[in-house]
């Protein structure tokens, strides 16, 4: 079984910054896409970041300039630092990874359980 474990949420003031950070774990071979989505109460699951397996990047708009997407390969680690955080950036955020784990080695989607992140005002 593979999973993928979230930690680093927690409550912020607007302005301030939070550091999340997810980790595969199990038996895989390898990891492709790594990817942060996140979740308001009352909306749809929403891509944040992504980054490739060439480290190519993508971000919505709505985080762009303020959100920076990273991985680790070593530590099988991806990381999402948020700073200037806003009231509308609080939710749930996912942590999502296309990796490989067992014949034919073809990439499989796995989804974190979530951590929750609040931006009071």
């Known amino acids: 079984q593979v999973q993928l474990v979230e930690s680093g949420g927690g409550l912020v003031q607007a302005g301030g910054s939070l550091r999340l950070s997810c980790v595969a774990s199990g038996r895989f071979f390898s990891i492709d896409a790594m990817a942060w989505y996140r979740q308001a109460p009352g909306k749809q699951r929403e891509l944040a970041a992504r980054?490739?397996?060439?480290?190519?990047?993508n971000y919505a708009d709505s985080v762009k300039g303020r959100f920076t997407i990273s991985r680790d390969n070593a530590k099988n680690t991806v990381y999402l630092q948020m700073n200037s955080l806003k009231v509308e950036d609080a939710a749930v955020y996912y942590c999502?990874?296309?990796?490989?784990?067992?014949?034919?080695?073809?990439?499989?989607?796995?989804w974190g359980q979530g951590t929750q992140v609040t931006v009071s005002a």
């Open positions: 980054i490739s397996s060439t480290g190519s990047l």
């Open positions: 999502n990874a296309d990796l490989r784990s067992r014949t034919p080695w073809l990439p499989e989607n796995y």
